[in-house]
């Protein structure tokens, strides 16, 4: 089992920056990749980006110029910076980890609020 924890979400004006951390626990070494997913109100869940333990990392097209995806070198954190804020990035970030076994794990999620 793994367990994911995120942080750093608020609120911040449009145009403002904010940094997402997410701390991995419990089977550390059966993950393969850490990521982010968003979900605004009434949307579905969505791709923002993800990171595999060799550090690449792919990220969704309209997301890619904004915000930026890292891990630190012990591979159980997580970040995502994201620039230029706008309304539309107001969503619950959630938290990803994929296991070798090809199972999914999610965090509880951070509200992200942008206000214009």
């Known amino acids: 089992q793994v367990q994911l924890v995120e942080s750093g979400g608020g609120l911040v004006q449009a145009g403002g920056s904010l940094r997402l951390s997410c701390a991995a626990s419990?089977?550390?070494?059966?993950?393969?990749?850490l990521g982010w997913y968003r979900q605004a109100p009434g949307k579905q869940r969505d791709l923002v980006a993800t990171?595999?333990?060799?550090?690449?990392?792919n990220y969704a097209a309209s997301m890619k110029e904004r915000f930026a995806i890292s891990r630190n070198d012990a591979r159980d954190m997580v970040f995502l910076h994201m620039d230029s804020l706008r309304s539309e990035d107001t969503a619950v970030y959630f938290c990803?980890?994929?296991?070798?076994?090809?199972?999914?794990?999610w965090g509880q999620g951070t509200q992200v609020t942008v206000s214009s």
């Open positions: 419990g089977r550390i070494r059966s993950i393969k990749a």
């Open positions: 990803y980890a994929l296991d070798w076994s090809n199972i999914n794990y």
């Open positions: 990171i595999t333990n060799s550090g690449t990392s």
